[in-house]
């Protein structure tokens, strides 16, 4: 019988870049020995758990829903052990704060290893500081921590993490599924967009920390030099009235959409000419991942693990985070050498499948996880 691996994470809404990696996970984890199940805490009654039934049932991953009504509902507790014992748990993966303080007050009932993928803290709210208290109690209690960045692996040792129990393991991308299959003409033509114009694209949570006033500034400069662009920007998020509103006070609300919420965003990929990341604070973003994945070039800010993956000039552009007058001349520089994005999109490419493949992430998983159990 296969050892059973329960990934559990609290989620709100439709998710974000961390379901990508633990819904396709089960299907990758099967093959080298190990049946995962995924046990997400949401607040009942959530319309957004609805994508996260959509994407477990497109990856055949096993959804284990688990309504959570707050920090005091203590009948979490009791369906959690209840799926360990259930299940033979032997692994429990926590991916936030609060699986992470529930799997150490349920292994004292059940006898399994912990484990934590430590994704990053990038929305600061009034909470954050709690959180990091919590995790800074737990992680170093936990058997082993895989950090996706490097400075992430870094803040998890100064936190306490011995180094043996630390490991930098960074997302991945399925290169299967994230293959270019329409050119930027047709998923051009699909949206409705002018072949003529340069279409610059972004997606992500719309919060201040993804800093896409300095996109929108930026793209202002660019219209003004007399270039013709267009501006994309998928996702929904509570900074949107702000950014609609400073759209239109640069003057170039008819030159930027916001898409909103896309629970298939391939399409949009594949039509930008570019992408652009501006975010102040990430860890390993999926979106850029996928970004490259499929072939489209990347201008990106220098922070956490970004550094790593795109080496400037040669697979993709970076710039420092914040600096406005940096990423107008990246732009300027992508929007004037359509030779150059081609090249810089291939080698993206080429840097996915090389160093960066989902398949390969998943086998360095499972031999650690041989490791703990062995």
Same mark, same amino acid.
């Given at each position: ?234 996702? *929904?998020?509570?900074? =949107?009235?702000?950014?609609? @509103?400073? /759209?239109?006070?640069?003057? !170039?609300?008819? %030159?930027?959409? +916001? #898409? ?75 929007? *004037?050498?359509?030779? =150059?994005?081609?090249?810089? @999109?291939? /080698?993206?490419?080429?840097? !996915?499948?090389? %160093?960066?493949? +989902? #398949? ?15």
């Amino acid at each position: 019988m296969m050892p059973t691996v329960f990934d559990t994470r609290v989620v709100s809404g439709s998710g974000g870049g961390p379901d990508k990696t633990i819904l396709n996970s089960p299907r990758f984890l099967a093959p080298l020995g190990y049946r995962m199940l995924c046990g997400y805490l949401y607040p009942p009654g959530d319309p957004g758990f609805a994508e996260i039934e959509r994407k477990a049932a497109k990856y055949g991953a096993t959804l284990i829903p688990i309504p959570d009504r707050g920090p005091f509902d203590w009948r979490i507790v009791k369906t959690l052990l209840d799926v360990c014992k259930r299940e033979n748990v032997a692994i429990w993966h926590g991916h936030d704060y609060k699986t992470n303080a529930l799997g150490l007050l349920l292994k004292r009932f059940w006898p399994m290893k912990l484990v934590s993928t430590a994704h990053g803290w990038v929305e600061i709210t009034a909470r954050t500081p709690w959180y990091y208290r919590i995790d800074k109690f737990c992680l170093p209690k936990y058997e082993r921590v895989y950090c996706v960045s490097e400075d992430l692996y870094r803040a998890c040792r100064k936190c306490g993490v011995k180094p043996r129990n630390a490991v930098l393991l960074e997302n991945g991308i399925d290169t299967e599924e994230f293959t270019r299959r329409t050119s930027v003409a047709d998923a051009k033509e699909r949206l409705g967009i002018s072949q003529e114009c340069t279409l610059i694209g972004a997606v992500g949570r719309l919060s201040p920390e993804k800093a896409f006033d300095v996109l929108l500034r930026s793209v202002s400069e660019i219209c003004t030099a007399g270039h013709d662009v267009r501006l994309v920007i998928v996702g *929904e998020g509570n900074d =949107r009235v702000r950014l609609e @509103a400073l /759209a239109a006070e640069l003057q !170039i609300a008819d %030159r930027v959409t +916001f #898409a909103g919420w896309q629970s298939e965003t391939r399409g949009y990929f594949e039509a930008f000419d570019i992408f652009a990341l501006s975010s102040l604070r990430e860890g390993l973003p999926n979106v850029l991942l996928e970004a490259m994945a499929l072939e489209v070039p990347c201008i990106a800010t220098r922070i956490a693990g970004i550094p790593k993956l795109i080496q400037h000039g040669e697979n993709g552009m970076l710039v420092d985070a914040g600096d406005q007058a940096g990423f107008t001349r990246g732009l300027l520089n992508l929007i *004037e050498n359509p030779i =150059r994005r081609g090249e810089l @999109a291939f /080698a993206g490419r080429r840097t !996915i499948e090389s %160093r960066y493949s +989902f #398949a390969s992430r998943m086998k360095k998983l499972s031999e650690d996880y041989d490791v703990l159990l062995h």
